[in-house]
């Protein structure tokens, strides 16, 4: 991890309450995919093209394209629920560190403060973002929430398909998690119809590959899958719709013992085939980490728990310290490899080998 995400977090974990600590690292299980997420971004190694006509640092380029999206880095921020329950300001925070490093973000659905507000401080900002859509019991919820994030400005629906229910989670699984229903009222509870009880309605349900092609045509924008942890699976999305994916074990937090995201990807790329963009969360904690995704093939990545750690520790300005030192230390490794900017990455694909003697 990178000294200044290790300060970040050892800050964090100072003033955040136990209750909400416990929410926001926790994995599942016996946190087998947790505990080997970082690992498996260390059991690559690159091949670096010396005399390659690179540098200074400084005329390094880390800026990409997303689908339609024009970003500054790569780094992008990762949905990530509750952000009130680590900061006042919550996600509007988050939203003006995102803008600050010219990244994108990814507004969860449990967002904690009215998502037009988000928007508002996105669109300040020149910042595109997407709106992360879980499918809910009651799914006039879903639809209302992505129709207002739609008309709020999203450029994407990220559509998270890995949690037909919640998992159990291993520090949270003797109390409950922390939400107090004022809050996940300031987006959901309008939707939900009069009568309804407002814990089922709000409750996941099961979602299939027909929903990628429902929340498409009921906003109008492409819809990415999220939690994609196999070829087959990306190519089952791809035919049903989507318009990208999201290699993620959802931090680990969902099914335990899943692959990681980091073994994971190389199969993932090949299914999709440059059909598509692929982008791979979890774990990644370096700019090395984001050399070796995007020499891997994936167009970008998202952080999860760095993200909040920095707005835990320093609101706007720690969300923005987190992602422009992953993004300078990927600058950094980017012209030591070779490479002037992400293209230049991506075209090192052959460039990267599992660690250890090869055969
Ligand atoms: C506290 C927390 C809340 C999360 N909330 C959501 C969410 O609302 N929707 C979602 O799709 N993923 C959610 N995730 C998963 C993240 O989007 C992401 O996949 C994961 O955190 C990446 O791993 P990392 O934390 O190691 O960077 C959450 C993760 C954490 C840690």
Redesign the pocket.
């Known amino acids: 991890m990178l000294p200044l995400l290790q300060d970040v977090r050892r800050r964090a974990h100072q003033v955040v309450p136990a209750p909400a600590l416990d929410?926001?690292?926790?994995g599942s299980g016996q946190e087998v995919t947790?505990g080997e997420?970082?690992q498996a971004w260390r059991d690559w190694r690159l091949v670096p093209q010396i005399l390659a006509g690179v540098g200074p640092l400084s005329s390094i380029s880390t800026a990409t394209r997303v689908l339609g999206d024009v970003v500054a880095t790569p780094v992008l921020a990762?949905?990530?629920?509750?952000h009130r329950?680590v900061h006042d300001e919550g996600e509007l925070a988050t939203a003006r560190g995102v803008a600050a490093a010219g990244s994108l973000m990814?507004l969860?659905?449990?967002v904690t403060v009215p998502l037009e507000d988000v928007a508002d401080a996105l669109r300040a900002g020149g910042t595109p973002w997407w709106w992360?859509s879980?499918l809910v019991g009651e799914r006039a919820v879903t639809a209302g929430l992505a129709e207002r994030a739609v008309a709020a400005g999203a450029t994407a629906i990220?559509l998270?398909g890995?949690?037909p229910y919640v998992s159990v989670r291993t520090r949270t699984a003797s109390g409950p998690v922390p939400v107090d229903e004022e809050v996940l009222a300031v987006n959901m509870a309008r939707h939900v119809p009069r009568g309804a009880d407002l814990s089922t309605a709000l409750a996941q349900a099961p979602a299939n590959l027909a929903d990628i092609r429902w929340l498409h045509e009921l906003t109008g924008l492409p819809v990415l899958v999220?939690?994609v942890l196999g070829g087959e699976d990306a190519q089952r999305c791809l035919e049903a719709g989507a318009a990208g994916v999201?290699v993620?074990?959802?931090?680990?937090?969902q099914l335990d013992r899943v692959v990681a995201?980091a073994h994971v990807l190389p199969d993932v790329v090949e299914a999709v085939g440059g059909a598509a963009p692929v982008l791979v969360?979890?774990?990644?904690?370096t700019g090395i980490d984001v050399l070796v995704a995007l020499a891997l093939g994936a167009d970008a990545v998202?952080?999860?728990?760095?993200?909040?750690w920095g707005l835990a520790a320093g609101g706007a300005q720690g969300v923005g310290d987190v992602l422009g030192a992953v993004t300078a230390d990927l600058a950094h490794g980017m012209g030591l490899l070779g490479a002037a900017d992400v293209a230049g990455v991506r075209a090192a694909r052959h460039r990267v080998v599992p660690a250890g003697l090869r055969r």
Not at 23 to 26: Q, S
Not at 281 to 285: A, K, S
Not at 302 to 308: A, I, K, Q, T
């Open positions: 929410y926001l690292e926790t947790l997420a970082e990762a949905p990530t629920a509750y329950f990814v969860s659905s449990r992360q879980y990220v998270t890995d949690t999220k939690g999201v993620s074990t959802h931090g680990g937090r995201s969360d979890g774990g990644i904690r998202l952080l999860g728990r760095p993200v909040v």
